[in-house]
């Protein structure tokens, strides 16, 4: 069964869980490619954080001029394939979310592959096994409707969209309120 | 057992040439499920994967569980024995040579025998730690009153848990630290969280706090900090550091007042109502505020909400705990659910957030002063001669018992204490007024230290015997829920490094003991003499088998035989362990902190942790990710406040106490009130916030009072920086 990304913005609790599983995924040579992000750091302890939303129509794939950018089955983003990536940097200028990292030494540029050699045998990719928070799940299409009913914005538009982000994506973000319009037990 | 529904019926990844090994992670109470990635070419742990199939955290992991593995083939541990010969230099790192184990026995065996003899038995002291097994836990107590026949052993759960346990002890006759399983908290109307930055100290309750949330419960939280659960709770009791005595008083007053008392539970389950109902009686709304600092209107919300909620349960950890009347404050707020009768069923109860990694175990086995494995008096000769019978030895051998954590150091500085063995602790970073603390340990004969890097109190010792990681050994631990796990042995022991309990069976040996002991061969030997020893106490371990353990997905304690499955849910038959059966509703008149804000410290600190470190940082400050993120400490202060201290973001600061000073790079924050500053405690040396703090007891748990104490600020020079 298909499963997607789920961003729950306002469940993050800051504890980059995220940033340290990235590292420990396969292939990744133990460097993390996420973020997460202090909000407004000297008011309150809001953070978010920010994954590559694996676009269906990525920027970074569309600006790259070697083609070093492919897209898997599944819908993921995949890094940059190493015999092909010049180290233009297109890709990191492209992407609208600021997600493609630049490897200096290697002259090539790396980002989340949604932990591809996870996914693709249905294993959550790691940010979101560990997440303790449940800002980050793993779910499928009719889970996320089912969330989509239940966090129901007053505005009716809760998860990333056209025109408001830079295209349809497979990863599915809430925005901030989704308690709004909880019915409360008492 | 029933699956929750966060249960995940997902394989983990098996990647070639690895094997996954099932355990738990080796820091807070929450005991993670993990599995090690272990290469089966070279032996060693090289990584994690998640455990989707532990019910409690079904995979999920804080960055410090993420990165645990990477302790044990950290390039800081210690592989040899090491000596110092030169005492002048004690207090620093320098000056230790490498040694065999033969030669650091015998000079251990020499000098404490010396020291008993010159100063008699008592000049020997233990201090040790909750971060290990129960069957270390059980034969460190054993060590301390058989081989070293010393009554000074005490652990730094006096800096942790031990007002929980007093306060439980008092309201319920029993000290489990939760009434109910953790898979079930979710399901809960009402939680009433109380000192708890659980976000950040116990992240991977959070999925199950939001839950309630989500499905249209409350969440009330009472921090001085607006911390990350605080911010989303659906009611945040700002109160001052050191008033909850007050506070929770307020909200049974308001119970009381506004009719959500279970009058049928009060009258058959309790004692002491009408006691307390006095009592509170002047606790108005008004008047907890005039103490607490929080808006009456606040309170009588919270009493409203969680008086109508058909389930809530009230959860606290060290902010209440860790105050000189922290026995009070457990007992006060665990009146909340005694007067509405929310306990002893499922989705309602009372809980602790275990900051230690078997800080439940650790206190119930004999580490603590007065206590005997299985929870069993000291001072009970009935307790005594069932311990003895296991022992081997005779009610007269048994030391009497001896004082708290702190007091031993006191002991310390007073050459009551002379020698000090010493195992996973650094009380040189977590005890409170360090540098008194550091005078004591300098005063000291000699002192034997084992841990598996040279933490700040190892710099203090004479000998440094090299132990091993959670992930070398094996044997049980019991968690934040009162479940007893299973840690796994992943890979042999680096360099020389030997558990703890080898170490004492083979000291035992040299200190003429070895009668006693050399019967335990290997940790499944520790493990069947420890249930042995719990048996008939009142934490009965005896059941909970290691197969046991692995069928069960853990055992709930108490387990009293091979047919107990043990027990979830405490108190489901509304049987109290007071000898009436009887919980206690218990009046406590307020106090407050010991020391309160003047003219000269008109400020109020409070410590506490931050998500990427573990205690005294010790472990976690060494692993690269974790530093990274955090890697020095820093005072939160309010923005009115650094205004009128004329202080800015970032800007170095001298904060002062009556007992030290220290000098933190300012944080500002609106998410702390006015007149109170915050300084993480995990950092060691010349950074350490204990060289601040107080070390004012709980009268009962002997407990300091880490989280207020009045301070001041001051600009530092540039130049003094430098």
């Not at chain 2, 007149?675 to 060691?684: L, M």
């Given at each position: 069964m298909k499963k997607r990304l789920y961003l729950e913005l306002e469940n993050c609790i800051g504890c980059r869980s995220c940033l340290a599983a990235c590292t420990q995924c396969g292939g990744h040579e133990e460097?993390?490619?996420?973020?997460?992000?202090?909000?407004?750091?000297l008011v309150n302890r809001q953070t978010m954080p920010l994954m590559c939303l694996h676009c269906e129509n990525p920027a970074c794939a569309r600006s790259c001029p070697a083609q070093a950018i492919q897209i898997h089955e599944t819908g993921a983003v995949l890094s940059a394939l190493v015999e092909k990536c010049i180290g233009c940097q297109n890709c990191t200028i492209a992407c609208p979310y600021g997600i493609p990292k630049f490897d200096q030494e290697q002259n090539i540029m790396y980002k989340c592959d949604l932990c591809i050699d996870r996914t693709k045998d249905g294993i959550p990719p790691m940010c979101a096994s560990v997440c303790p928070s449940n800002t980050l799940q793993w779910l499928t299409d009719e889970e996320i409707d089912n969330k989509k009913k239940q966090f129901n914005l007053d505005n009716g538009k809760w998860v990333t969209s056209m025109p408001y982000l830079e295209g349809e994506t497979n990863v599915k973000v809430n925005l901030p309120g989704i308690l709004q319009g909880i019915t409360k037990l008492f | 057992m029933q699956r929750d529904k966060f249960f995940k019926e997902i394989e983990n990844l098996n990647h070639p040439n690895e094997k996954l090994i099932k355990t738990h992670c080796s820091y807070c109470g929450m005991q993670c499920g993990m599995n090690l990635r272990v290469n089966t070419q070279t032996n060693k742990i090289i990584g994690v994967e998640p455990r989707y199939d532990w019910p409690v955290t079904v995979g999920k992991m804080c960055p410090k569980g993420v990165t645990a593995y990477q302790q044990t083939n950290h390039k800081d541990r210690l592989l040899k024995p090491l000596i110092r010969d030169d005492a002048s230099l004690k207090g620093t790192a320098e000056g230790f040579r490498e040694a065999s184990w033969d030669e650091a026995y015998d000079l251990i065996a020499k000098k404490f025998k010396e020291l008993q003899t010159e100063y008699g038995k008592d000049s020997l002291s233990v201090f040790s730690g909750v971060s290990m097994t129960n069957e270390k836990c059980y034969l460190t107590g054993k060590f301390a009153r058989v081989a070293m026949g010393t009554r000074y052993i005490d652990y730094n759960g006096r800096f942790c848990m031990s007002s929980a346990a007093g306060g439980f002890l008092r309201s319920f006759g029993v000290d489990r630290g939760s009434t109910l399983p953790w898979t079930d908290i979710h399901e809960t109307d009402c939680l009433f969280i109380a000192g708890s930055n659980t976000a950040e100290c116990h992240p991977t309750s959070m999925f199950r706090i939001w839950n309630v949330q989500e499905r249209g419960g409350y969440i009330i939280v009472v921090d001085p900090r607006e911390t990350p659960i605080a911010r989303r709770a659906d009611l945040h009791l700002d109160l001052k550091p050191g008033t909850d005595l007050a506070l929770a008083n307020g909200i049974v007053h308001q119970l009381i007042g506004m009719g959500y008392i279970d009058e049928e539970f009060i009258n058959k389950h309790t004692n002491g109502f009408e006691e307390t109902k006095e009592l509170v009686k002047e606790f108005t709304p008004e008047y907890t505020s005039m103490l607490t600092g929080v808006a009456p209107e606040k309170i009588i919300r919270a009493a409203e909400i969680y008086g109508k909620a058909p389930n809530a349960v009230v959860m606290f950890a060290r902010g209440v705990e860790q105050q000189h009347k922290g026995v009070d404050n457990v007992s006060a707020y665990t009146n909340m659910a005694l007067v509405t009768g929310k306990i002893g069923r499922p989705k309602a109860g009372v809980a602790t957030f275990t900051g230690q990694g078997n800080g439940q175990g650790g206190r119930e086995h004999g580490q603590k002063s007065d206590l005997l494995p299985g929870y069993r008096k000291i001072t009970n000769p009935k307790h005594v001669e069932e311990v003895c019978s296991v022992w081997g030895i005779t009610p007269e051998e048994m030391p009497q018992p001896g004082v708290s954590a702190y007091e031993m150091i006191e002991l310390m500085e007073q050459k009551t204490i002379r020698g000090l063995y010493l195992l996973c602790s650094n009380p040189a970073v977590s005890a409170p007024n360090l540098n008194f603390v550091r005078k004591a340990f300098k005063a000291l004969d000699f002192m034997v230290c084992s841990d598996f890097y040279l933490s700040e109190s190892a710099e203090f010792a004479d000998v440094i015997l090299p132990s091993v990681t959670w992930s070398e050994d094996e044997g049980t631990v019991t968690?934040?829920?009162?479940?007893?796990?299973?840690?796994?042995?992943?890979?042999?022991?680096?360099?020389?490094?030997?558990?703890?309990?080898?170490?004492?069976?083979?000291?035992?040996?040299?200190?003429?003991?070895?009668?006693?002991?050399?019967?335990?061969?290997?940790?499944?030997?520790?493990?069947?003499?420890f249930r042995l020893a719990t048996k008939g106490g009142y934490a009965d371990y005896y059941g909970a088998t290691w197969d046991k353990i692995d069928k069960q997905d853990g055992v709930f304690w108490p387990c009293k035989d091979e047919k107990d499955e043990g027990?979830?849910?405490?108190?489901?038959?509304?049987?109290?362990?007071?000898?009436?059966?009887?919980?206690?509703?218990?009046?406590?008149?307020?106090?407050?902190?010991?020391?309160?804000?003047?003219?000269?410290?008109?400020l109020r600190l409070t410590t506490g942790r931050v998500v990427y470190h573990y205690l005294s940082g010790n472990q976690t400050r060494r692993i690269p990710f974790l530093h990274d993120m955090c890697p020095e400490p820093y005072v939160e202060i309010h923005p009115e406040t650094a205004a009128t201290y004329n202080m800015e973001h970032e800007e170095r600061v001298r904060l002062f106490t009556r007992r030290g000073e220290a000098i933190y790079k300012v944080k500002i924050t609106e998410a702390i009130r006015k007149?109170?500053?915050?300084?993480?405690?995990?950092?060691?040396h010349e950074e350490s916030i204990n060289l601040l703090t107080i070390a004012a007891l709980d009268p009962i748990s002997r407990m300091p009072e880490f989280k207020a104490c009045a301070a001041q600020l001051e600009k530092v020079e540039l130049k003094k920086v430098q």
């Open positions: 460097r993390n490619r996420n973020y997460v992000y202090d909000v407004n750091p | 968690n934040i829920e009162g479940r007893i796990i299973k840690i796994n042995k992943a890979q042999e022991p680096v360099g020389e490094s030997k558990p703890d309990w080898q170490i004492q069976v083979e000291l035992a040996e040299r200190l003429g003991r070895g009668k006693y002991f050399s019967h335990l061969k290997t940790a499944k030997d520790v493990a069947d003499e027990t979830p849910h405490m108190f489901l038959d509304k049987k109290f362990y007071h000898p009436d059966g009887k919980a206690k509703i218990c009046a406590l008149p307020y106090r407050p902190p010991a020391e309160e804000p003047c003219e000269k410290y008109p007149d109170t500053v915050f300084v993480p405690y995990h950092f060691g």
